[in-house]
């Protein structure tokens, strides 16, 4: 960096009024050139000031003016510049949480950390997550959110399920809350009688005995809670319950000295007091928080149902002996054997046996499926009645389950768009509410001069008003509609991808694999009039030979082939594949390319002698492929034509997805003829045929220029560019990492019609989140001018705000209930 431009981001350090600093670990920098692109994508930014980096320790060191720039701008910045950042991502454990200012508290304290990159906090999961360049900045952050009020503490990532939330103990919940109602239960039954004309109420002396244990004991979680909150310059339900409890519980107890110091003590006619009413408010927020966590334990199960799928044993064969062990001592590549009934305690393929075996809770595949020698088996599945000896694959957080439980917690960790607006209007909601208060208060002193009115009236205020729902509207219904898919074998990447589910138009569906069962067979190899090099059976040998490497499912029909014929293979040589094309290579003498009519082109090939045989072979729905030997002139020696159904379901996933006005379009290399004869067959109203893998993600972006948003839908490594560059990807689970990876959505079964499900259970996800919101707001918004003009009494407003939560995790729960068209 040169003198004059190392001044200039000095100066601009030194004139911010605040100079933060972060490190980055970056990867992928080899000299002193990536030093300078670094420094200058990171100079670019108004607000860095010195920037540091370090090629050997593989990091740099940047100060920046926190007010005009975020940590994730610098990372991406670095990004811009071409190389990685390695981050981490942690999860937090928060106690104390209680509302939706809790959550904008909280976010801000970690947000305000130094090296803090980003967090997000859910006050369903009562987690954080957060992305920190260093480890340091983690003890930080805990501290950060002690300060702020709360308790944190890191949660464990070496298994998916430790980040399950763990809510208040229910035996515990259970005594506070029967004793809460013991004690109220005199002071309010009383009040059933006065309509009568019966006045039962217990004499004063009683209700303060019954009431302050309820008050100071049952209470002393919203004073403690609320104090942290002023603390921490800021609010929460609890300080609204205490404020307005403790308004009406020392407004009563004043009344009672008043009565006892008067020359009527003791001789009837006690004034009316309110200590039923604070009592009674704090037994049922007591009541609506044992609830609305035994609801919020509900949203999570889908995580407890996958974890409990995992053995804890598995019978481990080694030296011809079978020895159970614990699940932790297994490896990779390590023999294990599963009997009849037993559940499948590893990722693996099986060596030997063959069984049905249930996978339904892992894939959501209703009926058993049969599995054979060299099948993969996916660890929690069930067994049938065969005996399977199976080769370990994956173990620990690399088995499919374990990635599933992932991808669902990180689901139901994430925060939706709309959800950040709730939370801004969470963290002044407490605040506007006390003003509110104070301004009913004096109101009423003034136009009534009652003050005894005009108190209730302002506690009513602040025991309706509770930003409980609001922060549990959003989140709640993203576990349990996340939680449904899962348990269906539906897995949504985060909130994002359910907010853009609901806006797609069109789906575009890959077609091999996808739409049909992509496992294609050879159904002719025709030796071209005076291409004569050979037997057909030398020929298709020397075709198999030159794709035995590949994963073309076309390869593999010629090479299945080949093998079902009996033939011996030669070895093929200097083999290499042709993008979008074919595959070329020697096999003895000669060099041969095998692949489409546009490889033969390059090659100078015409195809007008067989255009009319490969009209018909495609008019049947058959894909062609064409041999040429291209040692010297090239010619044409023999072509191919492979057989490939669509998937049962094919049809059915059409129409279902035209009845809930989305247009199907099919996107494939193959020829038009054959795409158009598959694309009849199952209904699909668009094609785009003869599209190389390169230009796929091309296609997606004229696709949305016509449709609107667009999702795609493939299951190989080519189809990855075109997931990412959909609005919505989704994978079909019977893809590659890389496909999965790339999709906001994975269907753990090969069955089109989960693809209208997926879009099916992600609106009705965020249907029930406008739901939620809607009567958040109701209860939140709606109750505070009933009590501000004096409508309501403190207890039923205090039933309201109990219940508030509870009504809308109960409405949330609802999605539970949701099973795809095709059942399970």
């Known amino acids: 960096m040169d003198l004059a431009t190392r001044s200039d981001t000095l100066t601009k350090a030194t004139d911010a009024q605040a100079t933060a600093r972060l490190r980055l670990p970056v990867s992928g920098m080899t000299c002193g050139s990536c030093v300078r692109r670094v420094e200058t994508g990171l100079e670019r930014l108004e607000g860095t000031g010195e920037i540091a980096v370090n090629l050997a320790g593989e990091h740099v060191d ?78 930080e952050a805990i501290r950060a959110v002690s300060d702020a009020g709360y308790e944190a503490q890191r949660v464990s990532q070496d298994e998916p399920g430790a980040g399950a939330p763990a809510y208040p103990d229910d035996n515990r919940e259970k005594l506070h809350l029967a004793i809460g109602i013991v004690l109220s239960a005199p002071l309010v039954l009383p009040m059933l009688g006065m309509p009568f004309g019966y006045h039962w109420m217990p004499p004063g002396w009683v209700q303060v005995l019954l009431a302050t244990p309820v008050q100071f004991w049952l209470g002393a979680r919203f004073y403690v809670s609320g104090w942290k909150a002023l603390k921490a310059g800021t609010g929460n339900m609890e300080l609204l319950v205490a404020m307005g409890t403790s308004a009406g519980y020392f407004l009563s107890l004043y009344m009672l000295i008043g009565y006892w110091l008067s020359p009527h003590a003791g001789m009837g006619h006690e004034p009316e007091y309110y200590f039923e009413a604070a009592a009674v408010i704090i037994t049922l927020i007591l009541l609506g928080k044992f609830l609305e966590a035994r609801a919020k334990r509900k949203t999570a199960d889908a995580v407890r149902a996958l974890a409990a799928l995992r053995p804890d044993t598995a019978r481990l064969r080694r030296d011809g002996e079978d020895a159970i062990v614990p699940i932790a001592q297994v490896r990779a590549g390590d023999i294990v054997v599963v009997r009849p009934g037993e559940r499948v305690p590893v990722d693996g393929r099986i060596r030997e046996g063959e069984s049905e075996i249930d996978e339904s809770m892992v894939t959501g595949e209703s009926l058993p499926v049969h599995r054979e020698e060299g099948a993969r088996v996916i660890g929690g599945s069930i067994n049938g009645s065969g005996r399977l000896i199976v080769e370990t694959t994956a173990i620990g957080q690399d088995t499919t389950l374990s990635r599933i439980m992932k991808l669902v917690e990180g689901a139901q960790a994430s925060k939706a768009p709309i959800q950040k607006l709730v939370d801004k209007v969470a963290a002044i909601f407490v605040p506007v509410v006390v003003v509110i208060a104070a301004i009913t208060l004096v109101t009423w002193l003034v136009i009534d001069g009652d003050v ?53 138009r069109a789906v575009a569906f890959d077609k091999t694999g996808t739409l049909t069962l992509g496992k294609p067979a050879l159904a002719g190899f025709t030796l071209v009039a005076g291409g004569d090099e050979g037997a057909s059976d030398d020929l298709l040998a020397a075709a198999a030979a030159l794709q035995e490497g590949s994963e073309h499912p076309l390869a593999g029909a010629v090479v299945t082939a080949a093998k079902e014929k009996g033939l011996a293979l030669p070895q093929a040589q200097a083999v290499k594949a042709v993008p979008g094309r074919g595959i070329e290579g020697s096999v003895g003498d000669a060099r041969y390319a095998i692949g489409s009519a546009r490889q033969m082109a390059d090659h100078g090939i015409t195809l007008d002698d067989l255009a009319a045989a490969a009209q018909e072979e495609a008019a049947r729905g058959r894909s062609i492929s064409y041999m040429a030997r291209i040692d010297g002139t090239a010619r044409l020696v023999a072509w191919m034509s492979f057989a490939d159904q669509p998937r049962e379901s094919a049809r059915a996933a059409v129409a279902k997805l035209r009845e809930i006005g989305i247009t199907s379009i099919m996107v494939t290399g193959d020829n038009e003829a054959a795409a158009r004869a598959i694309a009849r067959e199952i209904g699909i109203d668009e094609i785009r045929a003869e599209v190389a893998p390169e230009d796929k993600a091309r296609i997606v972006t004229e696709l949305r220029a016509i449709h609107g948003a667009i999702a795609m839908v493939g299951d190989g490594v080519n189809d990855a560019p075109a997931l990412a560059a959909a609005d919505l990807g989704i994978a079909m689970g019977s893809g590659t990492d890389v496909a999965m990876e790339a999709a906001g959505i994975t269907l753990m079964r090969s069955d089109p019609l989960a693809v209208a499900d997926a879009l099916d259970v992600s609106r009705r996800t965020r249907s029930k989140i406008k739901q939620n919101l809607f009567w958040a707001f109701v209860y939140n918004t709606g109750g505070i001018p009933l009590a501000a003009f004096g409508l309501l009494n403190p207890i039923i407003a205090g039933a309201a705000m109990a219940f508030s939560s509870v009504s809308v995790v109960s409405n949330a729960l609802l999605l539970r209930r949701w099973k795809p068209a095709g059942g399970r």
């Not at 803090?116 to 999961?125: G, K, Q, R």
């Not at 959003?474 to 359910?498: F, H, Q, R, V, W």
């Open 452 to 504: 005894e009115k005009a108190i209730v009236t302002a506690v009513t205020v602040l025991v309706i008003a509770c930003p409980c729902a609001l922060g549990l509207a959003t989140p709640t219904a993203i576990m349990a509609g996340t939680g449904a898919a899962a348990s269906n074998g539906i897995l949504i990447k985060d909130a994002e991808m359910l907010e853009r589910a609901h806006a797609i």
């Open 62 to 139: 940047i100060a920046y003016d926190p007010a005009r720039l975020a940590p994730h701008d610098l990372v991406e910045a670095v990004e811009a510049a071409g190389y990685d950042v390695k981050l981490r991502e942690v999860d937090l454990a928060l106690e104390g949480m209680t509302c939706g200012s809790c959550v904008a508290r909280a976010e801000k304290a970690l947000l305000a950390t130094p090296g803090m990159i980003s967090a997000s906090v859910n006050l369903a999961t009562e987690r954080a997550r957060v992305t920190v360049a260093e480890e340091a900045v983690i003890d």
